[in-house]
T-cell receptor, first 114, second 112 residues
Framework: AQSVTQPDIHITVSEGASLELRCNYS??????LFWYVQSPGQGLQLLLKYFSGDTLVQGIKGFEAEFKRSQSSFNLRKPSVHWSDAAEYFC????????????FGDGTTLTVKP | DGGITQSPKYLFRKEGQNVTLSCEQNLNHDAMYWYRQDPGQGLRLIYY???????QKGDIAEGYSVSREKKESFPLTVTSAQKNPTAFYLC???????????FGPGTRLTVL
C-alpha cells in the first residue's frame, strides 16, 4: 500500500543545534512532496515543496529538504534550530493523478531545549 | 487568514446531536478538502470536492456529510452516526497553479 513514514515520533534538540527530520514514501512514481509545520491548536503551514528539478529545495524559516529518489526520502533539515521551531512537522505526498489528495505521515514532534 | 477560514474554533456537542463545521475560502479555487486529526496521527481525509455541486468520499467518510452549493463554502456535518467525533478538523483548498494545499486554522470538536 502507498504510504508515508516519519520514523521519529519525537525529537529533542538543543537550541542552536542542527536538525534533520526523516520522511520516506512508498509510491511507484515520484510524487509531489511537501513539509508542513503545525503549532499547537493551529492549522498547517507550508514550509516547502518538491515537484521536480533541483533535489535540494529551500523553504521558509531557514528550512531545506533534499529529495533522494534512490532512498525514496525527503528529509527536512535546518542548520541551527531556534526555540520557536518547536512544533509538529508533517511530511505529505500527492500523486499528480490523484485529484490532489494528500497522504500525510503521522508527524514528528520537535522539542527544543534551551 | 490566508484566504481560508474555519468556524467556530471550538465546538462542543452532546452525544446524539449533529453539528456543522464551517469552511470558507475567498480565493475562487475549485478544490477543497476536509481532514480529521487525532493526537499522534497524521491527517486523514474525510471528504473532498473538486468542483461546485460535486464531492467524493475520502478514507474515513462514515458518519460525516458535506455539501458544496457554492464555490467558496464547503461545510462539514458531523452526524450522530460518527462513533468517535472528538477531534481536530482541518479544511484546505488546493491552489491549482502550484498544486499545493493550504489549510485553515481548524475547529476542535469535543463531544460531551
Amino acid at each position: 500500500a502507498q504510504s508515508v513514514t516519519q520514523p521519529d515520533i519525537h525529537i529533542t534538540v538543543s537550541e542552536g543545534a542542527s536538525l534533520e527530520l526523516r520522511c520516506n514514501y512508498s509510491y511507484g512514481a515520484t510524487p509531489y512532496l511537501f513539509w508542513y509545520v503545525q503549532s499547537p491548536g493551529q492549522g498547517l503551514q507550508l514550509l516547502l515543496k518538491y515537484f521536480s528539478g533541483d533535489t535540494l529545495v529551500q523553504g521558509i524559516k531557514g528550512f531545506e529538504a533534499e529529495f533522494k529518489r534512490s532512498q525514496s526520502s525527503f528529509n527536512l533539515r535546518k542548520p541551527s534550530v531556534h526555540w520557536s521551531d518547536a512544533a509538529e512537522y508533517f511530511c505529505a505526498v500527492v500523486l499528480n493523478t490523484n485529484a490532489g489528495k494528500s497522504t500525510f505521515g503521522d508527524g514528528t514532534t520537535l522539542t527544543v531545549k534551551p | 487568514d490566508g484566504g481560508i477560514t474555519q468556524s467556530p474554533k471550538y465546538l462542543f456537542r452532546k452525544e446524539g446531536q449533529n453539528v456543522t463545521l464551517s469552511c470558507e475560502q475567498n480565493l475562487n479555487h475549485d478544490a477543497m478538502y476536509w481532514y480529521r486529526q487525532d493526537p499522534g496521527q497524521g491527517l486523514r481525509l474525510i471528504y473532498y470536492s473538486q468542483i461546485v455541486n460535486d464531492f467524493q468520499k475520502g478514507d474515513i467518510a462514515e458518519g460525516y456529510s458535506v455539501s458544496r452549493e457554492k464555490k467558496e463554502s464547503f461545510p462539514l456535518t458531523v452526524t450522530s452516526a460518527q462513533k468517535n467525533p472528538t477531534a481536530f478538523y482541518l479544511c484546505a483548498y488546493r491552489d491549482p497553479n502550484t498544486d499545493t494545499q493550504y489549510f485553515g486554522p481548524g475547529t476542535r470538536l469535543t463531544v460531551l
